[in-house]
């Protein structure tokens, strides 16, 4: 009867805890760089205020309900784009911490699907200027699937960083975005 117990206890264990798939720190892009550089050219800087999600701090989403696909550190998804947008900002000498131009933003849908044929990671964003201009940006970034979860899971991980590339991408090419650095 132990035995089975302690079958029971470690199989609910390893259901409970699971494996967590990290997403990869940001790299910023040369795309974004040369973007915001050209940005640099027309003397504009801003600082980086504060990114929300609607109060739902959400730094993980199951992958096919088998393991969470989360950020590193447990930051939250909005802490992670307002980060990468900072990081691409400052290696392109457009961010100025003492700016009163200051850059908000709101991640008001974040979603992840692995279905094959259709695997995906889908971002929507309002970003707010102090300047009183907004911009609203939806991203999608398509990749490939696998039948089986745990490497359809570790592909959703692996896609994260591009997918948040991109979603950067959309918005520093954007041609309203210059004016949310006025």
């Not at 964003?125 to 970034?141: C, H």
């Amino acid at each position: 009867m132990n035995k089975i117990k302690t079958i029971l206890l470690l199989g609910v264990s390893l259901i409970a805890t699971g494996c967590a798939n990290k997403v990869h720190t940001y790299a910023t892009s040369t795309e974004n760089t040369i973007a915001l550089r050209a940005l640099s050219k027309q003397d504009v800087q801003a600082n980086i205020g504060e990114f929300t999600d609607s109060g739902k701090n959400e730094s993980k989403v199951m992958c096919r309900l088998s393991s969470p696909v989360g950020t590193p550190e447990g930051r939250t998804f909005a802490t992670y784009i307002r980060d990468a947008i900072l990081a691409e900002m400052v290696v392109a000498n457009v961010y100025d911490d003492q700016s009163s131009t200051v850059l908000t933003a709101n991640l008001n849908d974040i979603y992840g699907s692995t279905v094959i044929g259709n695997a995906y990671w889908e971002f929507d964003l309002s970003l707010a200027s102090s300047n009183g201009k907004n911009l609203d940006i939806t991203s999608r970034y398509d990749y490939e699937s696998s039948y089986l979860a745990t490497s359809a899971c570790s592909e959703m991980q692996r896609s994260f960083v591009p997918a948040v590339q991109k979603l950067n991408t959309e918005i520093f090419s954007h041609p309203d975005f210059p004016a949310l650095l006025k």
